[in-house]
């Protein structure tokens, strides 16, 4: 079982939509999360960190967690061509390193 | 401007010739760490290091070297490299808060290397 663990896609939604990505994770002590936007070619950027459970927002993009389940999700509203990427997730492990899964590819359409 | 350096981005090399990919951060971070991403693999940690002088090994550091002589630089050293390490790599920089690490790691442009 992978550490992290994220459907690879593509996610296709129209732009306008809501773009659910999810992530699951093996070690239950786990307690900060990351969701990265990668553009192809590009280096990972940061959208978003969470280490409580319930919901974070940040203008269109809402992370979710639920430690009991261990998933961990990240909603973006009103999606845009812009935001068609491969999202990762990562969870912080020992020693300050982050363990991505390996990516969901979005895409939206006009 | 706040960031992390890496070079060259591009590099074709043959196997066995010795390669030092560098890593400059200007944000007086403790936290350095090489990735690794492949298909399929996804991120995959190299080495990190926590401080000057302080290095350890990641998930996958074979063939790999790493020295962390200043705070800014930590370059990733190739001794003789293999058709396997074509990868593309990342240098990453943090502050670190001994494993409740909630800052934003900062990634590197990345170097694309190709070992024939």
């Known amino acids: 079982q992978k550490e992290v663990e994220q459907n690879s896609g593509p996610l296709s939604v129209p732009e306008g939509a809501i773009a659910s990505l999810n992530c699951t994770y093996s070690d239950r002590g786990s307690q900060s999360f990351f969701w990265y936007r990668q553009y192809s070619g590009k280096s990972p950027e940061l959208i978003m960190f969470?280490?409580?459970?319930g919901d974070k927002e940040d203008g269109r993009f809402t992370a979710q967690l639920n430690k009991a389940s261990q998933y961990v999700s990240l909603l973006i509203r009103d999606s845009q061509p812009s935001d068609s990427a491969t999202y990762l997730c990562?969870?912080?492990?020992?020693?300050?390193?982050?363990?991505f899964g390996t990516g969901t590819r979005l895409q939206v359409f006009p | 401007e706040a960031q992390v350096t890496q070079n060259p981005r591009y590099l074709i090399t043959v196997t066995g010739k010795k390669l030092t990919v560098t890593c400059s951060q200007n944000?007086?971070?403790?936290?350095m760490s090489w990735y690794r991403q492949d298909p399929g693999l996804g991120l995959r940690q190299i080495y990190y290091s926590m401080n000057v002088e302080v290095t350890d090994k990641g998930d996958v550091p074979e063939g790999y070297k790493v020295s962390r002589k200043e705070k800014r630089n930590f370059p990733l050293i190739l001794e003789s490299p293999s058709p396997n390490q074509t990868s593309l790599y990342f240098c990453?920089?943090?502050?670190?808060?001994?494993?409740?690490?909630?800052?934003?790691?900062?990634f590197g442009p990345g170097t694309r290397l190709t070992v024939l």
């Open positions: 969470i280490y409580s459970n």
């Open positions: 990453a920089s943090s502050f670190a808060i001994g494993g409740r690490n909630t800052d934003t790691q900062y």
């Open positions: 944000m007086n971070h403790e936290y």
């Open positions: 990562a969870r912080l492990g020992a020693a300050d390193k982050l363990i």
